[in-house]
């Protein structure tokens, strides 16, 4: 049926569509043809793309064992979820073309990078069940310990009030939104036991617990996938406004260098949680890359602002009551 359909469309597009040639017919070399790769502007939106569309291939590989491993969900459930991801990111593209018609693809990169880097941030925070000492109970003079209870021990009769250790039943999976502290003290000596000063009598113990619930990680990556579907079409709104006569060129080499972050990103990943054994590290990834790509991009067009209308760049810097007429 997809074959089918398949020659279905290519008989329509031949019939229905006519090459486009350019005004000019110039007969250029090869050379000629692969002279904007020179240009680092090319290889920048081929670093956006790497993020933008290498980044939404590697995440939807890498969301399933994500999933099956970090929430110990099934696997179909897991391909359910990030399907949550996948899917609206590839429907969405339509309209990031036409909102960075609307809008400029500057712009609408500059949300694209700043969501990402700020959903990313939110997001490499770990599960975490975390046991730490805390403040423990100490005798002020030696004696005999003649009363050990949850909630006190006894030294020749002079009471330590201890906290008692909660009891912590079973947490059900997404049903906790920040983490959460409890604090207890437990005894370390019985009845009967000759203590000196300062010697411990209970150890103090402080539990962290952060859940990562599933249900807003699941919300911050269906964010992300709709920046990324979005930030794929204003990469390539660039394209014809600065190369009008290279598309083809600057396409496919901005286009490999987004198939590359595809096949890149889930090795490279592998390797942060092998090294690391944090599954977060992969947005720790994320967010240096947009990081980075925002960085970039802003520096770049500083750049152009005061090479090519410096006036206008000196007025944006210059504080407002020092402006004439102000």
């Not at 712009?107 to 975390?130: E, H, N, Q």
């Not at 423990?136 to 021990?153: F, Y």
């Not at 036991?193 to 911050?220: C, M, P």
């Not at 960085?295 to 006036?311: E, F, N, S, V, Y």
Request: charged share 15%; net charge neutral; with cysteine.
């Amino acid at each position: 049926i997809y074959a089918v359909a398949l020659l279905v469309m290519t008989a329509i597009f031949w019939v229905m569509t006519h090459p486009k040639k350019p005004e000019e017919e110039v007969t250029r070399t090869m050379v000629q043809r692969l002279a904007p790769l020179k240009k680092v502007r090319v290889w920048r939106f081929g670093l956006y793309y790497f993020l933008v569309f290498g980044g939404f291939v590697a995440l939807a590989q890498w969301l399933i064992p994500y999933y099956v491993n970090v929430y110990t969900v099934s696997v179909a459930t897991a391909g359910l979820l990030s399907s949550i991801f996948t899917l609206p990111s590839g429907l969405i593209r339509a309209f990031g073309g036409w909102l960075s018609d609307k809008l400029g693809a500057r712009t609408v990169m500059y949300w694209v990078l700043s969501g990402c880097a700020i959903s990313c941030f939110l997001l490499i925070v770990p599960r975490m069940d975390v046991h730490s000492p805390g403040q423990g109970v100490i005798a002020l003079r030696g004696g005999v310990v003649t009363a050990v209870a949850e909630d006190v021990v006894e030294v020749d009769g002079r009471p330590y009030p201890l906290v008692p250790m909660s009891v912590e039943g079973p947490r059900r999976e997404g049903t906790l939104i920040w983490p959460t502290m409890s604090f207890g003290q437990e005894p370390t000596v019985e009845v009967g036991d000759e203590v000196s000063r300062k010697q411990l009598l209970a150890k103090g113990e402080t539990h962290i617990y952060f859940q990562a619930n599933i249900w807003i990680f699941t919300a911050l990556v269906f964010v992300i996938g709709i920046l990324m579907g979005i930030g794929k079409a204003a990469v390539y709104k660039h394209i014809p406004d600065y190369y009008p006569n290279d598309v083809g060129t600057v396409g496919g080499i901005v286009g490999v260098l987004g198939g590359l972050g595809g096949f890149v990103c889930p090795i490279l990943f592998g390797y942060l949680l092998q090294g690391t054994g944090i599954w977060t590290t992969t947005w720790m990834f994320f967010l240096v890359l947009s990081v980075a790509c925002l960085g970039w991009m802003h520096w770049t067009i500083r750049k152009m602002t005061l090479k090519h209308a410096p006036d206008l760049a000196h007025q944006i810097e210059e504080p407002w009551d020092s402006r004439p007429n102000s």
